[in-house]
């Protein structure tokens, strides 16, 4: 049982600079009220430091991140700063692929007083989880193929069976965590298995995990019947698992539901290691506005605690990250905050000291 961890920052591009510290001393601090110490060491990334020394990711700065216990990333990326071949700036691409991050997590959490999309009131109590595949799918191989021409263009698609046992194991046994949370919990694959022999395969690893996990209701659903299902009953779900592509389109969705993609968090998960940002991006527009919204980074810090007491053997840090995502629930709705990004008020400091207020009493 733990109770110290070391925790690597990377606050990247734009906003991440002016939200990253913040947020991890509201992390640090409700760890402290149970205990968990979080030591942490901040390390540059991303765009800008590629514009100023041509190494967006030096190896001393990857290799120290690897060894941290989990890594807090902010936002990565600049549109006026390209590799040479026009792709754009993204370390946390080269963490979820050297370190093997194949469970994409993304909650759906609704927070009280926000304008949401769907008018439906069990749509303000929305707490599902799409895990995605993050390794592999469509965006295993995205820069070309032996086969590009003048005329056509290909990308391959690549489902492992190593990588797909593991994902559908995290997925089972996020949903049996969450059974014995009170959660009425089932696991949903995701595929296009009737058209693609890959997706096919997909779904045929999903048939034989599923088998060694009895107790824990499950389903199979076609991705265009899941995206209809995300807008008319989200409410029906709970822990929903699915290739890379699919994933990345189907989170930005149910982002939606949330409100936006500010209040959007995200955990990159492997067998020895893990990074928790926010879904957004570094957002330059706003920078240096006091605009930026800091939801989907605590939200994230509150994932982080949850890994690290899982992983680590410390209920307390498990503790912790719950009473950080109910706090941030109270804040809401005790402040009635609405980020700018909904057409509110609330900025990076009014929504930081609502969720500290909480935190103090």
């Not at 925790?7 to 991440?16: E, N």
């Not at 996020?174 to 298995?193: F, H, M, N, P, S």
């Not at 982002?255 to 998960?269: D, F, K, Q, R, T």
Request: charged share 25%; with cysteine.
């Amino acid at each position: 049982m733990r109770k110290q961890f070391d925790i690597v920052l990377m606050p990247g591009d734009g906003i991440g600079k002016e939200i990253t510290k913040p947020s991890f001393d509201i992390v640090a601090e409700v760890a402290r009220q149970f205990d968990v110490n979080l030591d942490y060491t901040e390390v540059e990334a991303g765009a800008e430091l590629y514009s100023r020394t041509g190494d967006a990711f030096p190896e001393e700065n990857f290799e120290r991140a690897a060894q941290a216990d989990a890594i807090y990333l902010a936002a990565m990326g600049l549109p006026n700063v390209r590799y040479p071949d026009g792709t754009e700036i993204g370390p946390q691409h080269d963490l979820r692929k050297r370190l093997e991050l194949y469970a994409g997590v993304r909650p759906c959490i609704t927070m009280p007083s926000l304008p949401l999309p769907l008018v439906d009131q069990r749509s303000r109590n929305l707490d599902f989880i799409i895990v995605r595949e993050s390794t592999e799918g469509i965006f295993a191989f995205p820069r070309g193929h032996e086969l590009d021409s003048e005329e056509a263009a290909y990308n391959l698609i690549k489902i492992s069976r190593t990588i797909s046992e593991k994902l559908f194991d995290y997925s089972f046994k996020l949903a049996q965590r969450r059974k014995e949370q009170g959660y009425d919990t089932k696991v949903t694959c995701i595929d296009k298995a009737n058209v693609l022999s890959s997706l096919f395969f997909f779904r045929k690893i999903f048939n034989e995990i599923r088998e060694n996990y009895p107790h824990i209701v499950s389903e199979v659903m076609y991705v265009d019947a899941m995206a209809l299902n995300f807008i008319k009953k989200p409410w029906d779900y709970d822990v929903c698992v699915t290739e890379n592509q699919f994933g990345d389109i189907l989170s930005d969705l149910t982002s939606a539901l949330m409100g936006g993609i500010g209040m959007a968090p995200s955990g990159e998960i492997g067998d020895e290691n893990a990074v928790f940002q926010p879904c957004h991006g570094s957002a330059p527009d706003i920078m240096n506005t006091g605009r930026a919204n800091p939801t989907g980074m605590l939200l994230s810090g509150s994932m982080m605690l949850d890994y690290l007491g899982v992983r680590f053997d410390s209920p307390e840090a498990v503790a912790a990250g719950e009473k950080l995502k109910e706090s941030i629930k109270c804040a809401y709705e005790r402040e009635h905050l609405i980020p700018y990004e909904l057409g509110g008020t609330s900025g990076t400091q009014e929504i930081l000291d609502a969720v500290k207020k909480v935190l103090d009493h």
